[in-house]
Structures are given as structure tokens and as C-alpha cells.
């Protein structure tokens, strides 16, 4: 499966079920959209749901944020449904929850064909099974889903996040090792901006990519964290010069402010300086 190249700061969930939220995230600045027909959704609404939001996607608006569908498990009476629905609304991806192996994704790819999935890592099987799961054909992301993680490890809910760090950082090698996407979970309150920031601020500096959220007051917050700061694409564009000049001298190993800077930094600040277009070229799609 091709990696994403596009930015995912911000991927946001939005209940299948309620038509003004699906509406107003077509003028929002998510990098992606979670369109949920699974925990979002009541039992009583899951059949409807899987009709408005074919109904929303039909209509469109969604411009080029990336558009995928999170249906229920296929142990449950919506699931097979939901994914034979999923594949014919033409989304770019098919989230199923609770993945525990990778035969979870072979037996949504028997029902619906070769297109990209993404995995919720939610569960211990899972995230010990991460490896293998990341390699899968057809996975294209890891989503963490926190709330589930925390349940099933009965753990307490800590701002630093220390009992879930094994599992997600085991996620984390097994995605890197895999070239594949990796967004991190939500955070509940979704009113303490700090508090978003400082998780959103872990999660990049342990490697995720972006981090999924549950309101639309959220989204200013991840794209800052997981965007290059100023400070960040300067010391890129300085490592670039300053390597060029000493390799232009028959020198492999600058000096930056006081640290080496060597062929693999470089490369380091390419992909800064990539990001930073990739962003910008969000604007002009
Ligand atoms: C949390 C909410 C229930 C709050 O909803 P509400 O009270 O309606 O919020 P506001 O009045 O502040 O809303 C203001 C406007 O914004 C729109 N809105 C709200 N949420 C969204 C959204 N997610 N996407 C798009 N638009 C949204 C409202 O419609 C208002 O619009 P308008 O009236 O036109 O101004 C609600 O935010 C919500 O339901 N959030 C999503 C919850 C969700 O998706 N949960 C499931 C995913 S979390 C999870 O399962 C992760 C994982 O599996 C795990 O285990 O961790
Ligand atoms: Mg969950």
C-alpha cells in the first residue's frame, strides 16, 4: 500500500447520524474526516445513519480532505452491512474498530475488495499483535482509540498518559516499520485547549502523525502542534545550507549551533521542509 503523503493533523469524527455536524465539516480545516457509524451512532440510529451519511457523501463538499468511514465490527449485526455500504460511497478508506489480528482486515477486504483500510488499535490482542497487523496489504493507518485501550486495561486516566505508552509506542514501531500512517486518540474534554495541546505535543514527539478529535474546537489546536513551528523549518533550511557548504568543501559532518549535522539530519530536514509544503499546498487545492 502506498504511503499518505498528504498531512493529517487533524482527523475529525463526525457522527454519521447527524446531518448539521456532517454539514458544517464541509467548511472546516480538518486535514481528514472520521465519518463514524460506530460508537458516535446509537443502535437505534445505525441503519438510518449508514443512509445519511450516503446521502452526505453523495451531495459532497468534502474538497480534498481525505474522507473515511468507520463501520462497525463485523462480529456485530450492523457490521457487514456497514462495510458493503462503506465501499460504495466512495470513500478513500474503511476504518474497522477493535482490529485484534490481521485476519480482522483480510475478512473486510473478502467483503469489500482491494481498497485502503485503516485499523483501530484498541485492544491489548491488538496492540501486541501490532506488528503483523501493520503489515498488512491493504493498511494504510494505525487510529489509536484510547478510550477503548483504557477500558480494556482497566487503567486510570493520567495526563501523562504512562499505562497506555506501552501499547501505543509498540503501535508506533510497528507503523514506522511499515512506512504506514499513525494517528493518535482523542481527547475527551474537549473544552480544555491546554490540555489538548500538551497531549497533541506527547503524541508528535512520540511520532504520530496527527491526532483524531471530537470537536470542531479541537482542530486549531492539532494543526499548530503537529504543523513544523518557525523555529523548526529555520533550523532546517540552516542544516540544508550548512551541510551543502561543507560537502561542497569535501567535509561530511556540519556544525549548528553547537550540533553535528550529518547526512541522516539532513534528511530529517527535508522531510520538515516537505511538510511544510505539503501544509501550505493544503490552501491551494
Ligand atoms: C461532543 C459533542 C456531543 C458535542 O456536541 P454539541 O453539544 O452539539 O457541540 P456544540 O454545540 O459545541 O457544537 C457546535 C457546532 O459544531 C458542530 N459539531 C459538533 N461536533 C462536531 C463534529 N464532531 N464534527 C462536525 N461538527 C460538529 C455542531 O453540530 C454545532 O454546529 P452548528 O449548530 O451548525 O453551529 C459532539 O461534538 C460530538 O458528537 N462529537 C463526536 C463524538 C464522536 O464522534 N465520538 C466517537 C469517536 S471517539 C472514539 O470512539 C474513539 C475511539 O474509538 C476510542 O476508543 O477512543
Ligand atoms: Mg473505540
Not at 168 to 177: P, Y
Not at 219 to 230: G, I, K, Q, T, Y
Request: negative net charge; glycine residues 8%; aromatic residues 4%.
Amino acid at each position: 500500500m502506498p504511503a499518505i503523503t498528504r498531512p493529517l493533523r487533524s482527523v475529525l469524527y463526525i457522527p454519521g447520524s447527524k446531518p448539521r455536524a456532517l454539514d458544517k465539516a464541509r467548511g472546516l480545516s480538518a486535514d481528514a474526516i472520521i465519518f463514524d457509524l460506530e460508537d458516535a451512532v446509537i443502535p437505534e440510529e445505525k441503519v438510518s445513519a449508514r443512509e445519511t451519511l450516503g446521502e452526505a457523501l453523495k451531495t459532497g463538499g468534502y474538497g480534498t480532505r481525505m474522507k473515511i468511514i468507520r463501520i462497525n465490527g463485523l462480529d456485530t449485526k450492523w457490521g457487514a452491512d456497514d462495510a458493503k455500504a462503506a465501499a460504495a460511497m466512495g470513500a478513500d478508506a474503511i476504518l474497522l474498530p477493535k482490529v485484534n489480528s490481521p485476519a480482522d482486515l483480510e475478512a473486510l477486504a473478502e467483503i469489500v475488495g482491494d481498497i485502503p483500510l485503516w485499523a483501530m488499535m484498541e485492544t491489548p490482542a491488538g496492540m501486541l499483535n501490532a506488528p503483523a497487523i501493520a503489515a498488512h496489504r491493504l493498511l494504510e493507518c494505525m487510529v489509536m482509540g484510547t478510550n477503548d485501550l483504557a477500558k480494556e486495561l482497566q487503567c486510570r486516566a493520567r495526563a501523562d498518559r504512562l499505562p497506555m505508552l506501552t501499547g501505543l509506542g509498540l503501535c508506533v514501531l510497528a507503523g514506522k516499520a511499515h512506512g504506514i500512517a499513525l494517528i493518535d486518540g482523542v481527547y475527551n474534554a474537549f473544552k480544555d485547549d491546554e490540555g489538548l495541546k500538551l497531549e497533541c505535543e506527547q503524541g508528535r514527539d512520540m511520532g504520530f502523525d496527527g491526532k483524531t478529535l471530537i470537536h470542531p474546537a479541537q482542530l486549531e489546536v492539532a494543526n499548530a502542534a503537529f504543523s513544523p513551528s518557525e523555529s523548526e523549518v529555520d533550523l532546517a533550511r540552516r542544516q540544508i545550507e550548512a551541510f551543502e557548504e561543507c560537502e561542497a568543501t569535501g567535509q561530511g559532518v556540519a556544525v549548528v549551533d553547537g550540533r553535528i549535522v550529518e547526512n541522516l539530519h539532513v534528511a530529517t530536514a527535508r522531510e520538515t521542509l516537505a511538510k511544510l509544503d505539503a501544509i501550505n499546498a493544503l490552501g491551494t487545492e
